[in-house]
């Protein structure tokens, strides 16, 4: 989380990929959009999301990044 602003119910992350990332998301919370969804990320680059609508209280660094692979349990 390289940004919060608690009061706007938003937050900015920076996602950088070990590998070729495919399919990058962030989970959704009720709510809550992300910039940007379902995009791949080749190996040490690094994407920033950006969240909105965060519930009053949701800790940004509760929400969770995945992938295509974390899908099929690798």
Known sequence: VVEH????GRAVLEVTARGHAYAVRVEPVVGTRASDGWFDLPDGRTAT??????????DPASLVVRTWADDWGR
């Open 49 to 58: 999301i950006e969240v909105i609508g965060l519930p009053a209280g949701q």
């Open 5 to 8: 602003d608690e009061h706007a």
